[in-house]
Nanobody, 125 residues
Framework: QVQLVESGGGLVQAGGSLRLSCVTS????????VGWFRQAPGKERRFVAA????????IYADSVKGRFTISRDNIKNTVYLQMNNLKPEDTAVYYC??????????????????WGQGTQVTVSS
């Protein structure tokens, strides 16, 4: 089992930036693809971005393309989500999760087997 801990959330004005971190621990932490999801109050959890084990392949939701960047440092067992030009609609709890599934499944939450506890991101207008 992999343990994941997110951090880096907070309150920021529209147009600002935040960098989220997801630290993984456990024997398979660096051998899994990792995804970021978010859930706004009263809404379903939605896919944000995912990155392959090596970091060489990444996918993004259309709503964040060009604004968010996912990356990873396998020496530090950490996956990052750099979020720029934030908008009020980005407000949500952000979760990271690990998956052994192939990339076509990465946008589905059901493909992920271990999840972090989430970090709150609030963007004010």
């Amino acid at each position: 089992q992999v343990q994941l801990v997110e951090s880096g959330g907070g309150l920021v004005q529209a147009g600002g930036s935040l960098r989220l971190s997801c630290v993984t621990s456990g024997s398979t932490g660096t051998t899994s693809a990792v995804g970021w999801f978010r859930q706004a109050p009263g809404k379903e959890r939605r896919f944000v971005a995912a990155i392959s084990e090596s970091g060489g392949f990444r996918i993004y939701a259309d709503s964040v393309k060009g604004r968010f960047t996912i990356s990873r440092d396998n020496i530090k067992n950490t996956v990052y989500l750099q979020m720029n030009n934030l908008k009020p609609e980005d407000t949500a709890v952000y979760y990271c999760a690990t998956t052994y599934s192939s990339s076509p499944s990465w946008s589905r939450g059901s493909a992920y087997h271990d999840w972090g506890q989430g970090t709150q991101v609030t963007v004010s207008s």
